[in-house]
T-cell receptor, first 111, second 113 residues
């Protein structure tokens, strides 16, 4: 089987740090991706972890642990504009070029 | 920058009509995808294509068909629209070298009355 689980909603305060988790039940995949989608907008690519460990891109970091079937997106110094939905995704080794997306986490940043 | 465009942002159709949604990408990507997005259900893959004239069913292909006659264009067809096909439709593309990064179009919000 294949599924990715994320919390449906997370709320945090401007300037804080928030972690959005993604747990998965799938075997044999290439890595974990994260996408951001603002209301009314298109999903945009944020990061990709091909290997275990932490990848940092500015205020955003992403982590992958294959042994724990777990990954997360870390957002630091939260800004109001970070309010959006965040999706994790994997590409299975037996599914050619398809991505499997989680159902998304809606992040609300409050003043 | 990669650009993926979709023919309409909003579309209203009647039950039973044939509906065409067009998607064009300008980065010479081999792979193109059609998703629908509904609240609480995330992104669900309808069909994808990894080359001209090639197509594969995604997770929810029923009631849809696709056409890829040119590399840059991928069309989604609703043969006979039904009210349960009211949704946001998103097109995406990716390259064979970078398949983990998909580039999305702005979406078409389709309402079937």
């Amino acid at each position: 089987g294949q599924s990715l689980e994320q919390p449906s909603e997370v709320t945090a305060v401007e300037g804080a740090i928030v972690q959005i988790n993604c747990t998965y039940q799938t075997s044999g995949f290439y890595g974990l991706s994260w996408y951001q989608q603002h209301d009314g907008g298109a999903p945009t690519f944020l990061s990709y972890n091909a290997l275990d460990g932490l990848e940092e891109t500015g205020r955003f970091s992403s982590f992958l642990s294959r042994s724990d079937s777990y990954g997360y997106l870390l957002l630091q110094e939260l800004q109001m504009k970070d309010s959006a939905s965040y999706f994790c995704a994997v590409r299975r080794m037996d599914s050619s070029y398809k991505l499997i997306f989680g159902s998304g986490t809606r992040l609300l940043v409050r003043p | 920058d990669v650009k993926v465009t979709q023919s309409s942002r909003y579309l209203v159709k009647r039950t039973g009509e044939k509906v065409f949604l067009e998607c064009v990408q300008d980065m010479d990507h081999e792979n193109m995808f059609w998703y629908r997005q509904d609240p609480g259900l995330g992104l669900r893959l309808i069909y994808f294509s990894y080359d001209v004239k090639m197509k594969e069913k995604g997770d929810i292909p029923e009631g849809y068909s696709v056409s890829r006659e040119k590399k840059e264009r991928f069309s989604l067809i609703l043969e006979s629209a039904s009210t349960n096909q009211t949704s946001m439709y998103l097109c995406a593309s990716s390259s064979r070298q970078g398949p983990n990064t998909q580039y999305f179009g702005p979406g078409t919000r389709l309402t079937v009355l």
